[in-house]
């Protein structure tokens, strides 16, 4: 009946190689975030973020409270 909610896992991720990113186009400004390979500078596309919503959720599913770092 939708009276209980399901608590959000929080997923994990590599923190010793991989930081969180959002891979933004400079064509027409979208973005991904995702987390890039500090190794090989590979970057792991994880969601579409449309507004600030979808990067706080992005930041939720992940535990991340660091800045994340845009790139182009």
């Known amino acids: 009946m ?3 909610k399901k ?9 010793e190689n991989k930081k969180p990113v959002i ?3 400079i ?7 995702g987390f ?3 190794h090989t500078g590979k970057i792991e596309e994880v969601m579409l973020i ?3 919503e979808d990067l706080d ?8 409270n660091e800045e994340i770092t845009k790139e182009y």
């Open 7 to 15: 608590k959000a896992a929080v997923l994990t991720y590599d923190r």
């Open 23 to 25: 891979k933004s186009s």
């Open 57 to 64: 959720k992005f930041r939720a599913m992940y535990g991340i």
């Open 27 to 33: 064509c027409n400004g979208e973005q991904v975030a």
């Open 2 to 4: 939708g009276v209980f």
């Open 36 to 38: 890039k390979d500090i």
């Open 50 to 52: 449309k507004s600030r």
